[in-house]
């Protein structure tokens, strides 16, 4: 029996591994990706006259991207955050708008038969290009028929603020309908991770979220009328990033929306940030670069080491369930041999 109880532990660790290395929640199949990270964590806060926006960038792809929508007669220059697509994840553009998105499970789009057919993608190009303020942004959202866009599926929702202070999350709610979740007028936040704010049993992962929690708790203690600082926000960011063989935080944005810059960090690393004035970015025609360029060579180096370690963690896996299934099996094969001689000893079969 003890040998039995033995093995069945050795399984359920084996499985337990097994997994951590292979597992996602069951509520990232709902998105047909199993990549589909249900971790990124985005937040506006307005205190005073200051406003910040920040956000953890959370996927598989480590390489990550920066480049501009350059401005014309009829619309603003964006500087844009992402991948290889140059499709925006994020960004802001040169009236202090920002915009970052969180992947939640589809939901179908009702139809708005009134509403304008979009060209492009309507939060991440249409009102980033059009729109200097929460408000525009709006009124832009709800004059197009988003039945038209993201595949008529909405599997995300996203969080968007202005220099004023204003911020909205954008989502559907369970009907499909377009709405709004607004920040409060004046001081305060905005936050949401990976449920949906106005429809929370759409989410991915546990809700109430851990991270929602933590951002919110931490929001709440900076004191009324106090620049909450950069360095405090940054702390934020690195108590709810996350690491792993499939998901890593892979790149984390301040933004302060007043002044127009962009503190950007790669891969966690939130002691070594890059100072990007969106303005000067947007003015020199910044042409797709990889985000890591900005970054000293060391900073690139531990993220690579970081990563490669990831990556070769199952293996370790794998290799010390296939010892500890040989050790096991040598020690059943020695518990069998001494009962067998004690059997020979004693003269009963």
């Not at 960004?91 to 939901?107: K, Q, T």
């Not at 789009?109 to 059009?130: C, H, R």
Request: charged content about 15%; glycine content about 8%.
């Amino acid at each position: 029996m003890k040998h039995i109880n033995t093995f069945c532990v050795a399984l359920f660790i084996v499985l337990e591994l097994s997994a951590s290395v292979n597992g996602y929640s069951v509520e990232s199949r709902e998105t047909g990706n199993p990549y589909t990270p249900g971790s990124c964590t985005i937040f506006a806060v307005s205190q005073g006259e200051l406003v910040y926006f920040g956000n953890n960038e959370d996927w598989y792809d480590p390489q990550t991207w920066y480049w501009i929508m350059p401005s014309s007669d009829s619309t603003y220059g964006v500087l844009c955050f992402g991948y290889g697509n140059l499709f925006p994840q994020g960004g802001v553009n040169e009236m202090g708008l920002a915009f970052d998105a969180n992947s939640l499970p589809r939901i179908t789009v009702q139809k708005n038969p009134e509403g304008i057919k979009p060209y492009q993608a309507i939060v991440n190009t249409i009102i980033m290009k059009q729109c200097a303020t929460v408000e525009e942004a709006i009124a832009t959202a709800e004059a197009y028929d988003w039945s038209q866009c993201y595949g008529g599926r909405l599997d995300g929702q996203f969080l968007l603020a202005d220099a004023s202070g204003d911020a909205v999350v954008i989502g559907a709610d369970s009907a499909g309908r377009i709405v709004f979740t607004r920040k409060d007028a004046g001081d305060g936040f905005l936050v949401s991770t990976n449920f949906n704010r106005a429809y929370p049993y759409n989410r991915l992962g546990r809700y109430p979220c851990p991270r929602y929690e933590t951002t919110v708790s931490m929001l709440s203690r900076i004191p009324a009328e106090e620049d909450p600082g950069v360095d405090y926000l940054v702390s934020i960011l690195d108590a709810v990033h996350a690491e792993g063989r499939r998901i890593n935080t892979l790149y984390s944005n301040i933004i302060d929306l007043k002044n127009g810059v962009v503190y950007l960090y790669y891969w966690h690393q939130f002691q070594h940030p890059v100072t990007l004035r969106v303005s000067e970015v947007i003015a020199g025609g910044q042409k797709p670069a990889l985000i890591k360029t900005l970054f000293p060579q060391a900073v690139v180096d531990r993220a690579a080491a970081e990563h490669k370690l990831h990556m070769a963690r199952p293996l370790y896996i794998v290799g010390g369930a296939i010892l500890f299934f040989v050790l096991l099996i040598a020690s059943l094969l020695r518990f069998g041999a001494r009962r067998i001689s004690e059997s020979n000893d004693t003269g009963v079969p």
